[in-house]
Protein backbone atom coordinates (compact mmCIF):
# COMPACT_ATOMS: atom_id res chain seq x y z
CA UNK A 1 0.00 0.00 0.00
CA UNK A 2 1.21 3.15 -1.26
CA UNK A 3 0.35 6.00 1.16
CA UNK A 4 1.14 10.21 1.52
CA UNK A 5 0.50 12.50 4.33
CA UNK A 6 -0.04 16.32 3.59
CA UNK A 7 1.94 18.57 5.43
CA UNK A 8 0.33 21.53 5.29
CA UNK A 9 2.19 25.02 7.54
CA UNK A 10 0.58 24.50 10.88
CA UNK A 11 -0.08 20.56 10.74
CA UNK A 12 0.55 19.11 14.11
CA UNK A 13 -0.37 15.51 13.63
CA UNK A 14 1.31 14.35 10.32
CA UNK A 15 4.29 12.77 12.21
CA UNK A 16 1.68 10.44 13.81
CA UNK A 17 -0.47 9.74 10.84
CA UNK A 18 3.01 8.67 9.16
CA UNK A 19 3.99 6.01 12.40
CA UNK A 20 0.95 4.87 12.62
CA UNK A 21 1.10 3.85 8.77
CA UNK A 22 4.30 2.89 8.76
CA UNK A 23 3.60 0.54 12.04
CA UNK A 24 0.43 -0.74 10.27
CA UNK A 25 2.63 -1.32 6.23
CA UNK A 26 5.84 -2.00 7.59
CA UNK A 27 6.46 0.57 3.98
CA UNK A 28 8.01 3.80 3.94
CA UNK A 29 5.28 7.21 4.25
CA UNK A 30 5.46 9.54 1.38
CA UNK A 31 5.83 13.29 3.20
CA UNK A 32 4.16 15.69 0.86
CA UNK A 33 4.30 19.39 1.22
CA UNK A 34 1.37 21.71 0.46
CA UNK A 35 2.60 23.51 -2.16
CA UNK A 36 3.24 20.33 -4.13
CA UNK A 37 1.38 20.45 -7.11
CA UNK A 38 2.11 16.51 -8.21
CA UNK A 39 1.41 13.59 -6.68
CA UNK A 40 3.03 10.05 -7.25
CA UNK A 41 0.85 6.85 -8.01
CA UNK A 42 -0.94 6.23 -4.54
CA UNK A 43 -3.40 4.01 -2.56
CA UNK A 44 -4.14 6.42 -0.15
CA UNK A 45 -3.65 10.26 0.94
CA UNK A 46 -4.28 11.64 4.54
CA UNK A 47 -4.56 14.76 5.61
CA UNK A 48 -3.67 15.14 9.05
CA UNK A 49 -4.47 17.16 11.95
CA UNK A 50 -3.87 20.23 13.04
CA UNK A 51 -4.12 23.84 12.30
CA UNK A 52 -3.56 24.83 8.86
CA UNK A 53 -2.80 28.20 7.85
CA UNK A 54 -3.55 28.91 11.46
CA UNK A 55 -7.07 28.40 10.95
CA UNK A 56 -7.26 31.85 9.60
CA UNK A 57 -10.51 32.78 7.84
CA UNK A 58 -11.71 29.83 8.92
CA UNK A 59 -10.88 26.11 10.16
CA UNK A 60 -9.54 24.29 6.63
CA UNK A 61 -10.74 26.81 4.30
CA UNK A 62 -7.40 28.35 3.05
CA UNK A 63 -5.35 24.98 3.17
CA UNK A 64 -8.50 24.23 0.55
CA UNK A 65 -7.43 26.28 -2.01
CA UNK A 66 -3.21 25.11 -1.77
CA UNK A 67 -2.10 23.22 -4.79
CA UNK A 68 -1.72 19.87 -3.12
CA UNK A 69 -5.08 19.81 -3.39
CA UNK A 70 -6.49 20.50 -7.10
CA UNK A 71 -4.61 16.75 -7.55
CA UNK A 72 -5.67 15.58 -4.16
CA UNK A 73 -9.54 16.64 -5.56
CA UNK A 74 -8.48 14.65 -8.69
CA UNK A 75 -7.32 11.74 -6.98
CA UNK A 76 -10.50 11.45 -5.05
CA UNK A 77 -12.59 11.60 -8.15
CA UNK A 78 -10.80 8.46 -9.98
CA UNK A 79 -11.19 6.19 -6.97
CA UNK A 80 -8.19 6.83 -4.52
CA UNK A 81 -8.64 6.40 -0.99
CA UNK A 82 -8.55 10.10 0.79
CA UNK A 83 -8.22 10.25 5.03
CA UNK A 84 -9.01 13.47 6.61
CA UNK A 85 -8.78 13.57 10.47
CA UNK A 86 -9.86 16.69 12.30
CA UNK A 87 -8.65 19.58 10.13
CA UNK A 88 -8.17 17.01 7.53
CA UNK A 89 -12.17 17.05 7.88
CA UNK A 90 -12.75 19.95 7.91
CA UNK A 91 -10.23 20.76 4.73
CA UNK A 92 -12.35 17.70 3.25
CA UNK A 93 -15.69 19.85 3.84
CA UNK A 94 -13.78 23.23 2.50
CA UNK A 95 -12.79 21.27 -0.86
CA UNK A 96 -15.81 19.96 -1.49
CA UNK A 97 -15.56 16.09 -1.06
CA UNK A 98 -17.18 15.78 1.76
CA UNK A 99 -21.01 17.27 2.40
CA UNK A 100 -21.21 19.55 5.31
CA UNK A 101 -19.63 21.67 7.31
CA UNK A 102 -17.59 21.76 10.99
CA UNK A 103 -18.58 24.41 13.24
CA UNK A 104 -16.97 25.93 16.74
CA UNK A 105 -18.16 23.49 19.45
CA UNK A 106 -21.23 24.05 20.93
CA UNK A 107 -19.77 25.19 24.35
CA UNK A 108 -16.76 27.38 21.88
CA UNK A 109 -14.05 25.85 23.85
CA UNK A 110 -11.43 23.75 22.75
CA UNK A 111 -12.25 20.60 23.62
CA UNK A 112 -9.25 17.67 24.41
CA UNK A 113 -10.44 14.35 25.92
CA UNK A 114 -11.33 10.43 24.97
CA UNK A 115 -14.68 10.30 23.62
CA UNK A 116 -16.71 6.79 22.00
CA UNK A 117 -17.79 6.46 18.76
CA UNK A 118 -19.58 3.86 17.20
CA UNK A 119 -19.03 2.46 13.85
CA UNK A 120 -21.54 2.74 12.11
CA UNK A 121 -20.45 1.30 8.62
CA UNK A 122 -18.06 -1.71 8.07
CA UNK A 123 -18.08 -2.41 4.32
CA UNK A 124 -15.64 -0.07 3.56
CA UNK A 125 -11.78 0.11 3.20
CA UNK A 126 -11.80 2.66 6.31
CA UNK A 127 -13.95 0.09 8.88
CA UNK A 128 -13.75 -3.09 7.54
CA UNK A 129 -11.81 -4.11 10.42
CA UNK A 130 -14.48 -3.36 12.68
CA UNK A 131 -18.30 -4.83 13.09
CA UNK A 132 -20.60 -2.33 13.16
CA UNK A 133 -22.31 -1.44 15.91
CA UNK A 134 -18.78 -2.12 18.10
CA UNK A 135 -17.40 1.23 19.92
CA UNK A 136 -13.78 2.25 19.63
CA UNK A 137 -12.70 5.12 22.74
CA UNK A 138 -10.20 7.94 20.53
CA UNK A 139 -9.22 10.68 21.43
CA UNK A 140 -10.86 14.11 19.91
CA UNK A 141 -8.35 17.38 20.25
CA UNK A 142 -10.45 20.58 18.50
CA UNK A 143 -12.18 23.57 18.69
CA UNK A 144 -14.49 23.46 15.43
CA UNK A 145 -15.55 20.11 15.64
CA UNK A 146 -19.56 20.59 15.29
CA UNK A 147 -20.50 18.60 12.14
CA UNK A 148 -23.62 20.79 10.79
CA UNK A 149 -25.71 20.25 7.47
CA UNK A 150 -28.99 20.99 7.12
CA UNK A 151 -32.11 18.32 7.15
CA UNK A 152 -32.46 17.01 3.69
CA UNK A 153 -28.22 16.23 3.74
CA UNK A 154 -28.40 14.47 6.96
CA UNK A 155 -31.08 12.30 5.77
CA UNK A 156 -29.47 11.58 2.46
CA UNK A 157 -26.45 10.69 4.52
CA UNK A 158 -28.86 8.20 6.84
CA UNK A 159 -30.31 6.63 4.67
CA UNK A 160 -27.78 6.29 2.04
CA UNK A 161 -25.12 4.52 4.88
CA UNK A 162 -22.71 7.45 4.54
CA UNK A 163 -22.24 7.77 8.18
CA UNK A 164 -19.36 6.60 9.63
CA UNK A 165 -19.38 7.13 13.12
CA UNK A 166 -21.35 8.32 15.76
CA UNK A 167 -20.45 9.87 19.24
CA UNK A 168 -22.16 7.76 21.97
CA UNK A 169 -21.98 6.94 25.64
CA UNK A 170 -18.86 5.27 27.31
CA UNK A 171 -17.05 5.06 30.28
CA UNK A 172 -15.34 7.98 29.64
CA UNK A 173 -16.06 11.19 31.54
CA UNK A 174 -18.59 13.77 29.98
CA UNK A 175 -20.93 14.21 27.43
CA UNK A 176 -21.34 11.64 25.06
CA UNK A 177 -21.49 14.06 21.91
CA UNK A 178 -19.19 16.54 23.22
CA UNK A 179 -19.16 18.91 20.27
CA UNK A 180 -23.09 19.32 19.14
CA UNK A 181 -22.87 17.60 16.40
CA UNK A 182 -25.78 17.05 14.31
CA UNK A 183 -27.40 13.62 15.20
CA UNK A 184 -24.11 12.71 17.02
CA UNK A 185 -22.08 12.78 13.57
CA UNK A 186 -18.39 11.85 14.20
CA UNK A 187 -17.62 10.91 10.77
CA UNK A 188 -18.37 11.05 7.05
CA UNK A 189 -18.12 9.32 3.72
CA UNK A 190 -18.51 10.18 0.46
CA UNK A 191 -21.45 8.57 -1.42
CA UNK A 192 -18.47 6.09 -2.92
CA UNK A 193 -17.14 5.47 0.90
CA UNK A 194 -13.63 6.34 -0.17
CA UNK A 195 -13.29 9.28 1.27
CA UNK A 196 -13.75 9.66 4.92
CA UNK A 197 -13.82 12.82 7.54
CA UNK A 198 -13.74 12.38 10.92
CA UNK A 199 -12.80 14.69 13.87
CA UNK A 200 -11.55 11.71 16.50
CA UNK A 201 -8.07 10.60 16.09
CA UNK A 202 -7.09 7.16 15.20
CA UNK A 203 -3.54 7.67 14.79
CA UNK A 204 -3.17 8.78 18.25
CA UNK A 205 -4.76 5.64 19.67
CA UNK A 206 -2.14 2.94 18.05
CA UNK A 207 -0.49 2.34 21.15
CA UNK A 208 -1.50 0.59 24.74
CA UNK A 209 1.47 2.94 26.14
CA UNK A 210 -0.41 5.76 24.80
CA UNK A 211 -3.44 4.92 26.85
CA UNK A 212 -4.98 3.00 24.07
CA UNK A 213 -5.07 0.50 20.80
CA UNK A 214 -8.14 1.01 19.13
CA UNK A 215 -7.43 3.31 16.33
CA UNK A 216 -5.31 0.80 14.99
CA UNK A 217 -8.48 -1.10 13.75
CA UNK A 218 -8.48 2.35 10.96
CA UNK A 219 -5.05 1.36 10.08
CA UNK A 220 -5.51 -2.56 9.85
CA UNK A 221 -8.70 -2.05 7.39
CA UNK A 222 -6.99 -0.03 4.72
CA UNK A 223 -4.20 -2.25 4.63
CA UNK A 224 -6.67 -5.04 4.46
CA UNK A 225 -8.50 -3.25 1.92
CA UNK A 226 -5.83 -1.61 -0.04
CA UNK A 227 -2.06 -3.86 0.07
Known sequence: MKAAV?????????????VALEQAT??????????????????LIVLPGGFSYGDYLRSGAMAAHSPVMGTVVERAKQGVAVLGICNGFQIL???????????PNAGL???CRDVHVRVEQSQTVFTNACEAGSVLRIPIAHHDGQYFADADVLDRLEGEGQVAFRYCQ???????????????IAGVFNAGRTVLGLMPHPERAVDPLHGGSDGRALFQSLVAALA
Open 109 to 111: KFI
Open 93 to 103: TEAGLLPGALL
Open 26 to 43: SKPVHMVWHGEAELPKLD
Open 170 to 184: GPAAGPANPNGSARD
Open 6 to 18: VVFPGSNCDRDVK
